[in-house]
């Protein structure tokens, strides 16, 4: 969805394939509905991160206690500073609705969520994983004002 369908109410939804539009219908909106973008492809199980120095964390590499990792997710809502439809965001463009972030339970320290420059429609969502957890394979994650 463009970045300013984000808020509450009713908005009107149609899809232009090849130039022909299908019919136009009503849709609910919300503030924020976080979705995460998954390693599988099917919105299902581990969701894609990267370490601080964009390398993938997996099995193999693990997030540590202490670390910053970068999630990657839709539907954050609208940015504080609007991003015009269809355009690339350049820098890091914040989200208005703040997130929080749980990491097996314990809340992790936010230290961005936005935009992600140079991939239109996507978030990223910089965490600090919190000291004492232990990362089990499927991970709780809870965003949310």
Do not use: C
Not at 1 to 20: C, E, Q
Not at 26 to 32: E, H, I, K, L, Y
Request: charged share 15%.
């Amino acid at each position: 969805m463009p970045w300013a369908t984000g808020g509450s109410g009713k908005i009107r939804l149609k899809a232009t394939v090849d130039g022909v539009d299908s019919n136009e219908i009503t849709v609910r909106s919300a503030p924020a509905s976080a979705g995460y973008f998954s390693a599988n492809g099917k919105g299902l199980g581990t969701i894609i991160a990267a370490h601080s120095d964009g390398s993938a964390i997996t099995a193999n590499s693990p997030a540590a206690a202490g670390e910053t990792v970068v999630l990657y997710a839709s539907g954050l809502g609208t940015l504080a500073k609007p991003v015009a439809e269809y355009d690339w965001p350049t820098s890091g463009d914040a989200t208005s609705v703040p997130v929080q972030a749980d990491v097996a339970g314990i809340q992790a320290t936010v230290l961005y969520a936005g935009a992600a420059p140079g991939f239109p429609g996507v978030y990223q969502i910089n965490i600090v994983i919190p000291q004492g957890v232990t990362i089990p394979r499927s991970e709780e994650r809870r965003v949310g004002k």
